[in-house]
T-cell receptor
Framework: AQKVTQAQTEISVVEKEDVTLDCVYE???????LFWYKQPPSGELVFLIR??????QNEISGRYSWNFQKSTSSFNFTITASQVVDSAVYFC??????????????FGKGTMLLVSP | DVKVTQSSRYLVKRTGEKVFLECVQDMDHENMFWYRQDPGLGLRLIYFSYDVKMKEKGDIPEGYSVSREKKERFSLILESASTNQTSMYLC?????????????FGPGTRLTVT
């Protein structure tokens, strides 16, 4: 069975601080994808990034960066110079195939990030 | 941009009522999903549909059924609502069934069963 663990339930930072959200996953699949989603107070989950199991290159997009380490089964997300608009719940997710062969996502429980001015 | 819409943002129903939650996507996506989100539990998959009239159970299908008669529309049905079905319900769609494809989410329906 697949599992995604986001051990940090809630993180509070002050604006301009850097913050890292942890994600650890478990899977027996050799091919899989990892995702991060952001859920702002409005409620709609927004896709941020996808990473496949064969690509361990770190990715940077503006103030966001992701560190994928297969050796530790982790896919951590760092926000540099956080802003109030970054306040949201962030979900890490892992794709895997069902018994019928269709892929679904297993989500972590989410980390609520509060950025105060 | 992909647009996933849900029929209601907030809904209040009584125990025992039959409840319909509707979801519509406008991007001709093959797959659609229903999740429920509860504090401390994250998102849990109720049902998904990989094609019209096709469905597959997710992790927590008990007490729910679904219907997909048209490609763009996926309905979640609570046959006899109970208080433990009070939750946020999120619909999502995905272009194709491969591992790599991301899901696009609607704004959610917060259902309260009294």
């Amino acid at each position: 069975a697949q599992k995604v663990t986001q051990a940090q339930t809630e993180i509070s930072v002050v604006e301009k601080e850097d913050v890292t959200l942890d994600c650890v996953y478990e899977t027996r699949d050799t091919t899989y994808y990892l995702f991060w989603y952001k859920q702002p107070p409005s409620g709609e989950l927004v896709f941020l990034i996808r990473r496949n199991s064969f690509d361990e290159q770190n990715e940077i997009s503006g103030r966001y960066s992701w560190n994928f380490q297969k050796s530790t089964s982790s896919f951590n997300f760092t926000i540099t110079a956080s802003q109030v608009v970054d306040s949201a719940v962030y979900f890490c997710a892992l794709s895997g195939a069902t018994f019928s062969g269709y892929s679904t996502l297993t989500f972590g429980k989410g980390t609520m990030l509060l950025v105060s001015p | 941009d992909v647009k996933v819409t849900q029929s209601s943002r907030y809904l209040v129903k009584r125990t025992g009522e039959k409840v319909f939650l509707e979801c519509v996507q406008d991007m001709d996506h093959e797959n659609m999903f229903w999740y429920r989100q509860d504090p401390g539990l994250g998102l849990r998959l109720i049902y998904f549909s990989y094609d019209v009239k096709m469905k597959e159970k997710g992790d927590i299908p008990e007490g729910y059924s679904v219907s997909r008669e048209k490609k763009e529309r996926f309905s979640l049905i609570l046959e006899s609502a109970s208080t433990n079905q009070t939750s946020m319900y999120l619909c999502a769609s995905r272009a194709l069934a491969g591992l790599a494809y991301e899901q696009y989410f609607g704004p959610g329906t917060r259902l309260t069963v009294t």
